[in-house]
Nanobody
Framework: QVQLVESGGGLVQAGGSLRLSCAAS????????MGWFRQGPGKEREFVAA???????YYANSVKGRFTISRDDAKNTVYLQMNSLKPEDTAVYLC?????????????????WGQGTQVTVSS
């Protein structure tokens, strides 16, 4: 079992920044990729970013150039640095562990999920 706990969400004005963290416990990182997704009210879960064991990254077009995913395996933690935030970035942000060490945007390719942290961007 793997437990994922997100933190760092909050209320920020448009143009501001936030840094999300995802701490893993249990059977922690053992070579799988990690990802961040988001889900706005009444919307489907949407891919944001992913990172492999070696540090290769993959971003949704909507966040490319503004968000940066990183990982610290010594701390069993994945981060999402979010800059130049927009009101449309408002959502619950969830981290997830991929079933394999691949860069993927498919929800079904991830097997463990956190509960999420709320990010609200005001205009």
């Amino acid at each position: 079992q793997v437990q994922l706990v997100e933190s760092g969400g909050g209320l920020v004005q448009a143009g501001g920044s936030l840094r999300l963290s995802c701490a893993a416990s249990g059977r922690t990182f053992s070579g799988e990729a990690m990802g961040w997704f988001r889900q706005g009210p009444g919307k489907e879960r949407e891919f944001v970013a992913a990172i492999t064991w070696s540090g290769s990254t993959y971003y949704a077009n909507s966040v490319k150039g503004r968000f940066t995913i990183s990982r610290d395996d010594a701390k069993n933690t994945v981060y999402l640095q979010m800059n130049s935030l927009k009101p449309e970035d408002t959502a619950v942000y969830l981290c997830a562990r991929a079933r394999r060490n691949i860069l993927t945007a498919k929800v079904s390719d991830y097997d463990y999920w956190g509960q999420g942290t709320q990010v609200t961007v005001s205009s």
